[in-house]
Each structure stands twice: as structure tokens, then as C-alpha cells.
């Protein structure tokens, strides 16, 4: 069966960096998009980043923009989200999703929980 594994979480201080891994397994990780989200307590999920099946395209929320880069290396099943000048605000449980490119599959992970504190 499909799973995406998110690692990579921690708690961080305000300026500080992390990079998140999102690992695939029972899917061909190439025929997918992937998107990152963020959940913060007491809002709605929203969406962070996107990278496009082959990784030419990315998009990302205004809000992390020019701070978070979004990755992937399909040779690895693997996705990342590099995060630099963390701030308070970013503080969420991170959730890797893929959507197959007919848009008729989808997948979400576990989770992992960054916490950017002083």
C-alpha cells in the first residue's frame, strides 16, 4: 500500500534552518505531484509548497516564500522542504501530500511537528 513518511521535524529558534523528508513507497513516485502543508493548532491546513512530477515547477504559499525551497529526487522516492529564517509563525505539524497527475489519487502522511521557539 502507499505510505509517505515524514522526518526531519525539531524544535528550532526564531532564524534557525530545517530540512523535512518526505519518503514514498508503494507508488511510482514519479507519476506524482507532491505538496507540502502546514496545520497550526486551532487553524486549517493550508498548503505551503508544490513541485510538479518531474520537479520543474514549484509554487509556493507568500507566506514562506523566499525562506522554504521544495525538492525532490525521484531516483530516492524522496521529497524535501528546506526551511531557513524559521519564525514563531511556523511553527505546525507538517504534512507531505501526493496527487497522482490525472488528479484522481491522492495521499497524505503522518505528519512531523516543527516548533520554532526561543
Known amino acids: 500500500q502507499v505510505q509517505l513518511v515524514e522526518s526531519g521535524g525539531d524544535l528550532v529558534q526564531p532564524g534557525g534552518s530545517l530540512r523535512l523528508s518526505c519518503v514514498a513507497s508503494g507508488m511510482t513516485f514519479s507519476n506524482f505531484d507532491m505538496d507540502w502543508y502546514r496545520q497550526a493548532p486551532g487553524k486549517e491546513r493550508e498548503l505551503v509548497a508544490h513541485?510538479?512530477?518531474?520537479?520543474?515547477?514549484?509554487n509556493y504559499a507568500d507566506s514562506v516564500k523566499g525562506r522554504f525551497t521544495i525538492s525532490r529526487v525521484n531516483a530516492k522516492n524522496t521529497m524535501y522542504l528546506q526551511m531557513n529564517s524559521l519564525k514563531p509563525e511556523d511553527t505546525a505539524v507538517y504534512y507531505c501530500?501526493?496527487?497522482?497527475?490525472?488528479?484522481?489519487?491522492?495521499?497524505w502522511g503522518q505528519g512531523t511537528q516543527v516548533t520554532v521557539s526561543s
Open positions: 501530500k501526493a496527487v497522482s497527475r490525472s488528479r484522481f489519487y491522492s495521499y
Open positions: 513541485i510538479s512530477s518531474a520537479g520543474g515547477s514549484t
